[in-house]
């Protein structure tokens, strides 16, 4: 009856603005950070009738394209030899089958090349050389991924005596000086210096699509930590880690200090609340607060959304970041909108 009524409407005024998502409706996009571009993408594609799977692919592309933040594609992020790799997860809540490539080099369109491994193989990820081998055989160029960008980051780096770096116990000591560094012989344990990477430093794409139907999509693209060890894949293209899809639950994705993220699978950990029927919102707060335990000085958010529709996201509270601006596209919205979380 009308009490009903005035109940849900006071529960939709009460939650609103804590930014939770009370009102749910499908299909829905959503993403990481304030990509806007990525978002308008993939909205179009299930506009158009594409697929989930489809527009994930293509959002997260647009985002490789438009080199977001300097953070997703080519030219940004160079490795400790001044290079540019490239890594990319899609994956389909239907059938459960994950593409990724890792280290990708020379070769742009990564989470394209993530699709054609679910297409073209029985595999599920693919790395280095290799995969430029396989992205080639599928029709992809061969491009350079430095740029004149890329080159001045990279230098600039050589300059400041490459700090930051991820080397630890090593000589000579990496805090003050460039390499080759050697590993120290005595067993000598260095004070846990706390995360170099800065909002500015670090992100990826991350991206859930949960179509009419409830069908989930999940995906990932970038170039990585900036200055990483050649050879470094982070949580982006590790199912359960950089994004996971579930077409009985729900999707996430995570975004942040992947080295230390991934070892808790933060994306598979969140379908799982939601499976049980904790809130979006809720159940990314908890992946948080469980990293939090282990380190409470990381960079990172989660991206959660659930089959009826329903999302919500949450990051941890570090300086300089204190709040995480994600997308969400849904016929609720008039168009692809930028939403704020605080973070815990």
Known sequence: G?????????????????????????PVVINTWAFRTAAE??????????????????????????????????????DESGETTLDAM???????????????????????????????????LLVGESASLFAVRMGFPYE???TQKSLSLYSEWLNQSCQPNYWKNVVPDSSKSC????????????EQTSSQRSVRNHDTIGMVVIGVSGTVASGTSTNGAIHKLPGRVGDSPI?????????????????????????????????????????????????????QKYAPKFFGAVICANT??????????????????????????SQPTEQVVDCI
């Open 2 to 26: 009308w009490q009903g009524v005035m109940v849900s409407l006071l529960v939709f005024a009460v939650l609103t603005p804590a930014g939770a998502a009370s009102a749910a409706a499908l």
């Open 41 to 78: 993408t993939a909205w179009r594609v299930l506009e158009s009738g594409g697929s989930e799977l489809d527009a994930v692919e293509r959002g997260c592309g647009q985002c490789e394209i438009d080199q977001c933040d300097g953070s997703v594609g080519y030219g940004g992020s160079p």
């Open 90 to 124: 899609i994956m389909d809540g239907n059938t459960m089958e994950v593409g990724a490539v890792a280290d990708l080099r020379r070769v742009k369109n990564a989470i394209g090349v993530a699709r054609k491994v679910i297409e073209y193989t029985k595999h599920t």
């Open 144 to 146: 350079d991924l430095t």
């Open 179 to 190: 390499g080759p560094y050697k590993r120290r012989e005595e067993t000598y344990k260095e």
């Open 239 to 291: 199912a359960g880690a950089g994004s996971y899809a579930d077409s009985t639950a729900g999707g996430a994705a995570a975004t942040g200090d992947g080295d230390i993220m991934m070892r808790f699978l933060p994306s598979y950990q969140a379908v799982e609340y939601m499976r049980m029927g904790t809130d979006p919102t809720i159940a990314c707060q908890k992946v948080i607060s469980r990293i």
């Open 308 to 333: 009826t529709g329903s999302y919500g996201a949450a990051c941890n509270k570090i300086p300089g970041f204190t709040q995480f601006h994600f997308m969400v596209s849904s016929p609720l919205l």
